[in-house]
């Protein structure tokens, strides 16, 4: 038996959930157990316990990988040599004998690299669509959401609103600096406002939040700014909002896959969401403003779409085809 376990570095929730998720793709790939230490609770959004068994006392062989420092994903190359040393190394195991391999540095696999991994056909079966998404719903609403007594759990539902994340702390200087400024979110909240009568959430951290305290004057609008001790209640008001509009952060990207709702971004924008066929309750739209035509699509596949995150279809404003218009007739029943 093959068991993998992640030896958690630095870096906030987001970024540690990406590590741990990444032992579970490789799980997945090569058919070997995820198993869990107390490294594990030191991200905030997901618990793990009901999931994994804990890490043996004593192991028959130990395997550590830790020569490579990839935020951005391994390779498939990379993977194929990893998987070529475990199950060397794993071969003539006996039944009751374990081989334990340990992660560190930043061995990762993104989600959308499974997904693409299938779609350019290095792997044979979906199984981003037929594992991963089912296992992470599973890990959030059955076995995370009903322990926090905090969270509302009355209903996994979408509500009735627009969740708007926008990403401040730390890197607050950084993304105000690229662009992401009050007045991009306005754009946004206008044009929202003129298209749709819904509540608009925003989520954000109290730090380094000051310059986007004007958007509260702003019709339809509600501003929670909060930090770690209610991190949990602004995450699950994320992933069950209507219409979820994402910031650039490992936040979002978890609650983008996370979302029962529509899940709006902008193209090759949001790190690590490079799907090359976006789930089906994903919209990403064009690099400018969001416009007329991207808020009468948002109305239209909130209205007909099935909360289904294994469907996908994905395009730019600015590249919509013929043949766009075709599918998207098609998953609206047109």
């Not at 028959?60 to 993977?79: H, P, V």
Request: hydrophobic fraction near 35%.
């Amino acid at each position: 038996m093959i068991h993998l376990l992640y030896s958690q570095h630095g870096g906030r929730s987001g970024h540690k959930l990406k590590d741990i998720m990444s032992i579970f793709i490789i799980g997945m790939l090569i058919k070997a157990k995820v198993v869990y230490d107390d490294s594990f609770t030191n991200q905030h959004l997901l618990l793990f316990e009901d999931i994994c068994v804990k890490k043996k006392k004593k192991y028959y062989s130990t395997i550590i990988i830790d020569n490579t420092k990839c935020s951005n994903g391994i390779t498939f190359k990379k993977f194929k040599e990893i998987k070529k040393l475990i199950l060397n190394k794993s071969k003539g195991l006996k039944d009751n004998q374990h081989l334990l391999v340990i992660f560190k540095q930043r061995c990762r696999i993104h989600p959308y690299q499974l997904d693409n991994w299938f779609h350019k056909n290095k792997i044979d079966k979906n199984l981003f669509k037929s594992k991963l998404i089912p296992l992470l719903h599973k890990i959030y609403y059955v076995h995370t959401v009903p322990k926090h007594t905090t969270i509302k759990k009355s209903s996994i539902i979408p509500t009735n609103n627009v969740a708007i994340h926008i990403r401040r702390g730390d890197l607050a200087e950084k993304l105000i600096r690229e662009g992401f400024d009050a007045n991009y979110y306005t754009q946004i909240i206008n044009k929202l406002n003129q298209h749709l009568n819904l509540h608009i959430n925003i989520y954000s951290e109290i730090d380094n939040s000051e310059d986007i305290l004007v958007l509260k004057k702003l019709k339809n609008v509600n501003l929670f700014l909060g930090d770690v001790s209610n991190i949990n209640e602004h995450f699950y008001a994320l992933c069950t909002s209507k219409i979820l509009i994402l910031s650039r952060s490992s936040f979002s990207t978890w609650a983008a896959y996370l979302s029962k709702g529509l899940v709006v971004f902008q193209t090759n924008i949001i790190k690590h969401l490079y799907h090359k066929v976006d789930p089906n309750n994903f919209y990403s739209y064009g690099l400018s403003e969001l416009s007329d035509d991207d808020m009468e699509q948002i109305k239209i596949k909130h209205l007909y779409h099935k909360v289904d995150p294994n469907n996908f279809y994905s395009y730019g404003l600015s590249e919509l085809s013929d043949d766009d218009m075709e599918q998207i007739k098609i998953k609206i029943n047109l």
